[in-house]
């Protein structure tokens, strides 16, 4: 996914219900949002103690099993477009890339150049697949080239190959990546599908080298609690957040808000679930997670904690994170057991607002109601 991650246990208020410890993956998105991405929480024998699951031991005895859970779920398909997408739509990264490089014929004026296109077309594409590479070709006679570039940027596909009379003839193809940049020139024939895997190689390297820049960029150390009140204040502010926006637990922000820019805010801690709660209430950032690689030994002596003035027992990171609206995820249910159809729709991709994706459910009855009798 070219998607970098801080590592981390989550605080006692934010562990998993029953579980002895929760790990988790926290991403940042491009607004300085966080999401968490995977957890994997570790129950020790609470569940085994409460379902009477046991198992043989090696001595032949029966002991209480020690149980994992542990996974990602589709989020992360919303963290994949909010880290790498663009004003001009998708930026895919080529390992989840359904296609990872579109071929755009241009057929030329006569039959000839059309045949000698289509012939270099087809030897491209056997070169490519035998790469390994995902490939389509975009044959449609009604849509100008134009049109099918704007088409394959906006689903982010990560390579574009123009093929034309004038390139054959000069046994060179066009290729544009989606990451910007001028068209560069590839020599057709048999070694083009490796050119293009090293080219896809690189696409790769460069998406994750961006988004770990901007992670590390937006990691911000603070000492005082003061300090990150008055950044969120401003944001808000700048932003024209009122109460509306926040759900009744007081987490993240609804599409539309988030106009501006936060970040992650690394600060020492001492373990408080009641400060835990105020710092949320004023400022609707939480503690995303105690990052490992900032918790080793020593990493809090001599530190007080920014809020309390207790000496720390950790580093904390703390920022404001996506959510799915209690409303919305009850709606979605009802539709899908009452009408068995939902739709996802995807909305403030835009770099000036990146809205998280908003989820809604649309039903059949729902758009052929009469106007005045209710709508989806």
């Known amino acids: 996914l070219a998607m970098p991650v801080v590592k981390g246990v989550k605080s006692p208020s934010e562990r998993f219900a029953g579980a002895d410890e929760t790990f988790t993956i926290e991403a940042l998105m491009q607004n300085g949002w966080a999401l968490q991405s995977g957890t994997s929480h570790f129950l020790g024998q609470n569940f085994a103690r409460a379902f009477d699951v046991e198992f043989q031991d090696s001595e032949g005895g029966r002991s209480l099993v020690w149980a994992t859970s542990w996974g990602v779920s589709t989020r992360l398909i919303g963290a994949l477009i909010m880290t790498h997408s663009d004003d001009a739509g998708l930026v895919l990264p080529p390992a989840v890339a359904p296609i990872q490089v579109v071929v755009v014929p241009i057929m030329g004026k006569t039959p000839e150049d059309a045949a000698s296109v289509n012939k270099a077309v087809d030897e491209a594409v056997a070169s490519m697949k035998a790469a390994g590479v995902r490939v389509k070709v975009d044959h ?16 982010g596909v990560p390579l574009r190959l123009e093929v034309g009379p004038r390139d054959v003839a000069k046994g060179v193809g066009m290729v544009k990546s989606r990451l910007g940049g001028d068209k560069e020139e590839v020599e057709l024939g048999e070694g ?40 969120f204040a401003e944001f808000d502010a700048a932003a024209g957040t009122s109460d509306e926006d926040v759900d009744e637990d007081g987490d993240g922000g609804g599409a539309g808000e988030g106009m501006g820019k936060l970040g992650m805010y690394l600060v020492p801690w001492y373990d408080d679930a009641d400060n835990e709660d105020k710092i949320k209430e004023e400022t609707r950032a939480t503690i995303r997670c105690f990052p490992l690689a900032e918790n080793g030994e020593g990493a809090v002596e001599g530190k007080t904690c920014f809020y309390s003035g207790k000496p720390a027992t950790h580093m904390a990171l703390f920022a404001r994170a996506f959510w799915a609206p209690t409303a919305v995820r009850a709606r979605l249910r009802h539709t899908a057991r009452e009408f068995g159809s939902t739709c996802l729709d995807m909305g403030g991709l835009g770099a000036a607002s990146w809205a998280p994706l908003v989820v809604w459910a649309r039903t059949a009855k729902a758009r052929a109601s009469p106007a005045g009798t209710g709508s989806g």
């Not at 006679?141 to 940027?153: I, L, Q, T, V």
């Not at 490796?194 to 994750?208: C, I, K, P, Q, S």
């Open 140 to 155: 449609r006679e009604n849509m100008r080239p134009g049109a099918k570039y704007f088409e394959w940027e906006r689903k």
């Open 192 to 231: 083009l599908g490796e050119a293009l895997t090293g080219r896809l190689t690189t696409f790769h390297e460069v998406l994750f080298k961006a988004a770990e820049d901007r992670l590390a960029d937006n990691i911000n150390p603070l000492e005082l609690y003061d300090e990150m009140k008055a950044i």
